[in-house]
């Protein structure tokens, strides 16, 4: 019940495509869902994250759709870019914020085609 | 801007020995953490830490590790008696608060263990 399941494990997306990654949870007691962006040799660094309480946060390129009743949700990154390539990380934790007990899904290596 | 940071960035230690992992938070945070990550593996929760005790701990911080804010500054991981399977890529973070709204954890940049 504690488990976040994320997929695809990998992603190759042409530059300018839209890179979709999605993430399904069990826990309803869960109600912060932040995404960590993982560069190689570096540490998770938080993206966006979302609460329960709206369906949609979008942050430049970057765009979290929730579905509370489905108990998943997503991550869109619009107008894809080299950069962006690196791995993703879902997550969730219990009181509002990533300042607690952060659960991780399995990770995302996303490649962005030139 | 104000980083967690870790040393060292790579140890390689024989199996049976003991290894201590060291994390400088960020100076005004008051929660600590370690996380695991296994090579190509999620990031899985260790341990949590204030006010110089465990908050919460997860099935794998056994009895086998340890968690300890000698000073003001450093807060260390000790693993007692390596084994090959603690292998990985240890994350230390820290956050102003726990559980509060809009706070944030932030990540160190890792330690990589080789257990050999």
């Known amino acids: 019940q504690q488990q976040v399941k994320q997929s695809p494990q990998s992603l190759i997306v042409q530059k300018g495509g839209i890179s979709i990654i999605n993430c399904a949870y069990e826990?309803?007691?869960?109600?912060?869902f932040p995404w960590y962006q993982q560069f190689p040799g570096k540490g998770p660094a938080l993206l966006i994250a979302?609460?329960?309480?709206?369906s949609e946060k979008k942050e430049g390129r970057f765009t979290i759709s929730f579905n509370k009743s489905a108990k998943q949700f997503s991550l869109h990154i619009m107008d894809s870019q080299p950069g962006d390539s690196a791995t993703y990380f879902c997550?969730?934790?219990?009181?509002?914020?990533?300042?607690?007990?952060?659960?991780f899904g399995s990770g995302t290596r996303l490649s962005i085609r030139p | 801007e104000p980083e967690v940071t870790q040393t060292p960035s790579h140890q390689v230690t024989q199996m049976g020995q003991e290894v201590i992992l060291r994390c400088v938070p960020i100076?005004?945070?008051?929660?600590f953490y370690w996380y695991r990550q296994i090579l190509g593996q999620k990031v899985e929760f260790l341990v949590s830490?204030?006010?110089?005790?465990?908050?919460?701990k997860s099935e794998i911080f056994d009895d086998q590790f340890s968690v300890e804010r000698p000073d003001g500054s450093n807060f260390t991981l000790k693993i007692r008696s390596t084994k090959l399977e603690d292998s990985a890529m240890y994350f230390c973070?820290?956050?102003?608060?726990?559980?509060?709204?809009?706070?944030?954890?932030?990540f160190g940049q890792g330690t990589r263990l080789t257990v050999v």
């Open positions: 973070a820290s956050s102003e608060a726990d559980g509060k709204p809009n706070t944030e954890a932030f």
């Open positions: 979302i609460r329960p309480d709206v």
């Open positions: 100076s005004n945070h008051l929660y």
């Open positions: 826990n309803t007691a869960f109600d912060y």
């Open positions: 830490f204030y006010n110089n005790e465990i908050s919460e």
């Open positions: 997550a969730a934790s219990r009181g509002y914020s990533s300042a607690s007990k952060i659960i």
